[in-house]
């Protein structure tokens, strides 16, 4: 199938994907950036059920990790054919008068330094003109780029805004390369990014859903991996939606 690349694939919509991928056939190469018990448990998992994983730790907002984590990939499973750019954090919720630079810098590092590294990175491996195989990279954003995320963080809004400029440029850019680079935009999704931000938060807000409920981790994985298959072959530079109606 291909060797894939999950950033922050240890929790979450991340791990949801990595579980989804490997039944699926891919090799996949589960990046985290602190906890290497999760990791070590997730590869386990992939082994024990006849799939192929390997953990590699790095913080993609640091440039020599994330082409030290393409490396480590290269060298495990081949080249790389697959990226989910997932990995981002969340800060607790403020307004926009009380968010401070460190934290605004913090978020951007992570969740759109860090992003641009890694298409970066993958761009730079993948382009068939340069004599990589091709592929397919998926960015993860947020309807928190279209709605704005006022009196929440819009720091962690805005850097997912950028990121969803970014899939389309870059998209356009490295199209006729062999490289389709798309995005998806999660509504409330059921994991643990809420509870270092607002414990409540999904309660709150499940009024705001048409559909009624809070999203589940594998739901958003369907789509990464839909538009990470030869089924989306001609989507590139578009940002998908999977929010139940918000
Ligand atoms: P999560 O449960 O908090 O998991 C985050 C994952 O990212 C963990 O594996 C974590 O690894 C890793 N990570 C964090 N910072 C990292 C860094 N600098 N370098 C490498 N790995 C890093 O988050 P989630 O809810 O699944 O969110 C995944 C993505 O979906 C994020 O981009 C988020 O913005 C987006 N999203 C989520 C929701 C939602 O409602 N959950 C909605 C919209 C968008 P460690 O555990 O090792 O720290």
Request: hydrophobic share 50%; proline share 3%.
């Amino acid at each position: 199938m291909g060797n894939l690349v999950v950033t922050g694939g240890t929790r979450g919509i991340g791990a949801a994907c990595v579980r989804l991928a490997a039944r699926r056939g891919w090799s996949v190469c589960i990046n985290y950036r602190a906890n290497d018990a999760l990791a070590a448990g997730l590869v386990r998992e992939i082994d024990d059920s006849g799939g192929r994983g390997i953990a590699i730790q790095g913080d993609v907002a640091v440039e020599a990790e994330v082409i030290d984590l393409f490396d480590r990939a290269e060298r495990a499973f081949g080249p790389v054919t697959g990226v989910i750019n997932n990995a981002g954090i969340l800060a607790v919720a403020a307004p926009l008068a009380d968010i401070g630079l460190d934290r605004w810098n913090a978020t951007m590092a992570t969740n759109l330094t860090g992003a641009f590294l890694v298409v970066r990175e993958a761009v730079r491996r993948m382009a068939r003109p340069n004599g990589g195989a091709g592929g397919a990279i998926v960015n993860v954003s947020s309807m928190a780029a279209v709605l704005g995320a006022a009196n929440e963080f819009i720091d962690y809004a805005a850097s997912k805004g950028a990121l969803d400029t970014l899939t389309i440029g870059a998209a356009k850019e490295v199209a006729a390369n062999g490289i389709r680079i798309n995005g998806v935009r999660p509504g409330l999704i059921d994991t643990d990014i809420h509870a270092g931000s607002d414990p409540n938060r999904l309660a709150r807000l499940l009024a705001t859903v048409p559909m009624q409920r809070i999203g589940a981790p594998a739901e958003v994985a369907n789509v990464i991996l839909w538009l990470l298959s030869d089924e989306a072959s001609y989507c590139t530079g578009v940002t998908i939606d999977v929010s139940g109606g918000r």
